[in-house]
């Protein structure tokens, strides 16, 4: 079965990956770069619990255990480990007095007191998101499948059946037996070639740091308190090669019909790294490897769509996994496959994400 993924973030790559393990003749069509979007700048933070009592719950617990086995099966090239995670809080005056169940952590500001653990080394992890999304592409290759750099422009359908027949890549045709609409917030744009429910964009800035000293393997969830009575609540992930993700601001921006068109925002850049000095001595003096933006791909509802089109033969969707989408890969694309390949999700059942679901 020939197939054509359309969107090279890390739910096209699990999805390549694991319909090239089914043995289907796999092509990747990516617009820009393999993990050019969100997928190569996100968090790459994974918790096995922290969906339960969602729709995603299954979708979660199936795809960290499969984090776990696909790190072991290919010699983890991307940085996949198990940490504790904390939440933290600084207020914006500096006490004496902290609560008795707060705690302080040596590589913390004074100022910042962890309050609770919310995962340990058994509930969360993390990987490197854009080497686990190009690690995903790469074992996809060595099984078949194919990564064609292009825009696809629209879909082909057979004029009789209205089935799908294959994709444009820049206009020109490409035949496939299915088509699978993979293009993060850019998936809203296949709008114009079927049925497709809302995809919004929502944009998310961070930076790189690289400290001097190592930090501990402990993620942290913050809550900054201004002077003004609001908070900041960025996020910090310290990875295995001794640099140090930051992010937490998020902004309304409109998304640029071109991916390559995203760009940094200097204040914003700026604000992340006056909050990560407020945290810990060794972020203020790390140096400055890279700010990023990207957009998330999210629904009205706050659930990925994924499954068939409806009324379009040989046509799929697999986006809007929002704030989970570095996590959600895995069980999405196995899933994904299974339905693609034999007509039945496998791993998770993928009903509450049908992409034909009442409003
Ligand atoms: C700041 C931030 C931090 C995050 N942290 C975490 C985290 O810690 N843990 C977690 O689980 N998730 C996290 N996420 C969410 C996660 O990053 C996303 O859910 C995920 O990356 C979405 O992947 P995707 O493949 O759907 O989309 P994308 O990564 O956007 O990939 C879509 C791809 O499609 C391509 N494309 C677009 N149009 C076309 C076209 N016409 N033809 C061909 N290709 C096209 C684009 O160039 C892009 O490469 C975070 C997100 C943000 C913004």
Redesign the pocket.
């Known amino acids: 079965m020939r197939i054509a993924i ?8 699990s999805l390549a990956y694991y319909l090239s393990l089914g043995g289907a003749d796999v092509v990747l ?18 918790a096995l619990d922290w969906c339960d009592g969602s729709a995603l719950a299954q979708l979660a617990r199936r795809s960290f255990a499969l984090h776990e086995e696909l790190a072991e099966t290919f010699g983890n090239p991307w940085g996949y480990r198990r940490l504790d995670t904390y939440g933290a809080f600084a207020p914006a005056t500096s006490t004496s007095g902290e609560s008795g169940r707060a705690d302080h952590r040596v590589w913390l500001n004074k100022s910042v007191a962890t309050y609770r653990q919310l995962g340990t080394v058994s509930t969360t992890a ?1 990987v490197t ?1 854009d080497a686990f ?1 190009r690690g995903m592409v790469d074992q996809a290759v060595m099984r078949g499948a194919s990564v064609q750099i ?4 629209g879909i082909i359908q057979d004029q009789g059946s209205g089935r799908v027949s294959g994709v444009e ?1 820049g206009g020109r045709p490409h035949e496939a037996d299915a088509v699978v609409i ?6 809203a ?2 709008r114009h070639w079927m049925p497709m429910r809302d995809v919004l964009g ?5 930076v790189l740091l690289k400290p001097t000293t190592s930090i501990p393997a402990e993620a942290l969830f913050l809550e900054l308190e201004r002077q003004d009575g609001s908070s900041d609540t960025p ?1 910090v ?1 310290p990875r295995p090669d001794g640099t140090v993700y930051v ?2 601001l ?1 902004t309304n921006a409109v998304l640029p019909d071109d ?2 068109e995203v760009r940094t925002d200097p204040k914003s850049t700026s604000r992340l790294r006056t909050m990560a000095a407020a945290i810990s001595p060794l972020l203020a003096d790390a140096e400055l490897l890279a700010a ?1 933006a ?4 999210v629904t009205r509802d706050g659930l990925p769509l994924m499954g068939a089109v409806p009324h379009i033969d040989g046509a799929f969707v ?12 895995p069980a999405s694309g196995e899933a994904m496959a299974a339905l693609i390949l034999k007509g039945q999700s496998s791993g998770v059942d993928l009903t509450p994400f049908d992409p034909g679901r009442a409003v």
């Open positions: 359309c969107g090279g973030g890390v739910i096209g790559a069509i990516e617009r820009d770069q393999i993990a050019g979007g969100a997928s190569g700048k996100s968090g790459g933070f994974l993390q998101p999304t292009g825009q696809v422009t890549i993979t293009m993060g917030p850019w998936s744009q296949a929502l944009m998310g800035h961070s996020e992930f992010c937490g998020s991916p390559r990023h990207c957009y998330r791909p697999a986006t809007g996994h929002s704030v989970w989408g570095m996590l959600n890969a």
